[in-house]
């Protein structure tokens, strides 16, 4: 263009935009020999052009190959055995050593890809994908809502007949002369002062009325004197027993029963009674957990406990790295804590197995039928031999828990009930809940707070929504209160470090939604606020119980607030009566006369005329 430019006359003058001319460079046209000698090169550049595309056009064009594509069946694994996940930003987990990141031996659809859609299918997905590569999710057809449907589809069903597995003893409780003396009689009137019943086959063991009676050994029973245990609790009392002797169980107590040590006690027992873990053997103990809090929970326990005769145990759970936890099971261990969906991604992955699972625990068993973990449990229990000896917990006795406990226990289970079949309040905890329109919920909560916690006492503080717990923590910091907020957006990592301040005192107001509102087990909660009411009885309990744990005393306000009367808010208020009439306490007249109504609107509060 500019060769035209000089050839028509020369460089233009050179001014500044929106001015006169600062310069002018002077030129003169091109010489006629310059003038021809460019004319003859741009026709032979015309001319090789057209001869190049002419050779073009003459020859066939073929697709472009696609890369090498080797069945996963014949590619080289990569020595850790953790091949086929990534970290949720594309990068594989453990070393290649210049094999294929993406290989998986397990893969039956892998040899139907073209080198193409493989090339594609390589490419990282982003966080949220729950860690899947473009292969598996492919493979699956395995989107972000349905991944709990597809959880476990490629895990190979076991054939018990043809496995050899290892032999093991889950009997071995031995009767304390003190127990035995006992009369049926005596034991009758013991059940019945703490609300224990029992059903099952005879023979089913006494009770157990001291920690000695137990037969525990030495290394549990320093650690039970460290922890300033007076005495067994109900649950742990019939518990125990039962456990030891090798029987199926089910146990129907609240939140705070002591239901944890109930059957962690046994489960090091059950370890130390069977032959050492060989190299590639799973777990000897499995505990289900619904969510990763109570599964961290039950960890601490079971390394305080177990620590002292030298039991291993692994947390696995999702929302962080695989590889430090698939690290762990490789490197084999006696107990393993999971949440369904995290181990049933290792056990498809070939990181370890469940064939040495002899002790299996569905903690909470209602809240994970609740959750959806129904199929996902299913198809671990197929992983475990049939012989296991199974133990269910549970704070309620519903339909589809008993259907799980008639498939999962071999043998007629003993059960084992504290306090009833129905959900039932702490009796330690004094509830106080006022009926208030919404608009003064937020005044009447931080007037309670003035009026009754202080900077050293722990609060607990339900919000409904993610944007509701995070807006209400601002508040409180602004008015100077040491806040912090917890749900199910924080990362993992900051959801333990608020935990652990808030156990620690470095904070003393957590906001959280219903995800810390079942199996934490955090001491000395003085005060639980329900800043917006759950939707059901049940979750409001399972709220409460969060204080007045372990004989200690509490207090839970809830504030139930309205605008005007739906069949929901009517309903929850009779139960709501209901759950404080259980426990002698008395409604307050306005919640009374709000689940009086029959529904509809009405512009006044209750107990008063429009």
């Known amino acids: 263009m500019m060769l035209r430019r000089l050839m028509s006359g020369g460089l233009p003058s050179l001014t500044h935009r929106g001015t006169a001319p600062c310069c002018r460079l002077i030129t003169r046209p091109f010489s006629q020999a310059a003038q021809q000698q460019y004319q003859q090169y741009q026709q032979y550049a015309e001319t090789d052009a057209m001869q190049t595309q002419t050779q073009l056009d003459q020859q066939p064009i073929s697709p472009p190959s696609p890369p090498p594509f080797t069945p996963a069946a014949s590619r080289q694994t990569q020595t850790n055995g953790y091949a086929d996940r990534t970290n949720g930003d594309g990068h594989p987990y453990g070393q290649t050593n210049g094999s294929d990141p993406y290989a998986s031996t397990s893969d039956p659809y892998a040899t139907e890809y073209s080198g193409r859609r493989y090339e594609e299918a390589q490419q990282p997905v982003r966080r949220g994908g729950f860690g899947f590569t473009g292969v598996e999710r492919a493979e699956r057809g395995v989107g972000t809502r349905d991944k709990m449907a597809m959880a476990g589809v490629n895990l190979r069903q076991i054939q018990w007949g043809n496995e050899e597995i290892v032999p093991f003893q889950k009997n071995f409780y031995v009767e304390h002369p003190s127990v035995t003396q006992r009369s049926n009689e005596e034991v009758k009137s013991f059940l019945q002062s703490l609300e224990i019943s029992v059903r099952g086959n005879p023979p089913i063991p006494k009770p157990i009325y001291s920690f000695d009676e137990a037969g525990l050994p030495d290394y549990i029973m320093q650690e039970v004197e460290k922890s300033n245990f007076d005495k067994p609790s109900p649950i742990q009392s019939m518990g125990w027993p039962v456990a030891l002797s090798g029987r199926d169980m089910v146990g129907v107590a609240q939140t705070g029963s002591g239901k944890t040590l109930a059957y962690l006690f046994p489960a090091v027992l059950h370890i130390n009674a069977q032959p050492p873990l060989r190299s590639g053997d799973g777990p000897v103990v499995l505990v289900l957990a619904p969510t990763r809090e109570l599964a961290v929970q039950i960890q601490k326990e079971a390394l305080k406990f177990g620590q002292s005769s030298s039991i291993m145990s692994s947390c696995v759970y999702g929302g962080v790295s695989r590889y430090g936890q698939a690290n762990e099971l ?257 409604p307050p007249s306005e919640l009374m006369d709000l689940g009086r109504v029959g529904g509809g609107y009405r512009s006044s509060p209750p107990g008063r005329r429009r």
């Open 330 to 586: 490789r490197r084999g261990v006696e107990i393993v804590i999971a949440t369904p969906g995290r181990l049933l991604d290792f056990l498809e992955q070939g990181v370890t197995n469940l064939k040495r699972v002899t002790y299996l625990v569905l903690d909470e068993a209602d809240r994970m039928l609740d959750m959806g973990f129904e199929p996902q449990i299913r198809k671990i229990v197929s992983q475990i031999r049939p012989d296991r000896q199974t133990l269910m917990w549970s704070a309620t006795w519903p339909k589809d828990v008993q259907a799980l406990a008639r498939d999962f226990c071999r043998e007629d289970p003993v059960k084992i009930v504290v306090g009833g079949h129905e959900l039932q309040a702490n009796k330690d905890i004094t509830q106080v809940i006022e009926v208030v329109p919404e608009v003064d919920k937020r005044n009447r909560f931080f007037e309670w707070i003035k009026e009754n916690a202080s900077q050293k006492e722990k609060m607990l503080v339900f919000c409904e929504t993610k944007r509701g717990c995070d807006q209400l923590c601002r508040e409180l910091r602004y008015q100077q209160y040491d806040a912090a907020a917890i749900h199910g957006d924080k990362e993992q990592r900051d959801r333990d470090r608020i935990l652990n301040d808030f156990k620690t005192g470095r904070c003393n107001f957590l906001i959280a939604t219903d995800v810390a509102s079942r199996g934490l087990d955090i001491k000395n909660i003085d005060y639980v606020v329900n800043y917006d009411m759950p939707k059901n009885a049940e979750d409001y309990i399972h709220r409460i119980g969060r204080t007045g744990r372990a004989g200690a005393k509490g207090t839970a306000f809830s504030l139930f607030a309205y605008d005007y009367y739906t069949p929901e808010k009517v309903r929850m208020a009779r139960e709501l009566c209901k759950v404080m009439e259980d426990v002698d306490q008395t």
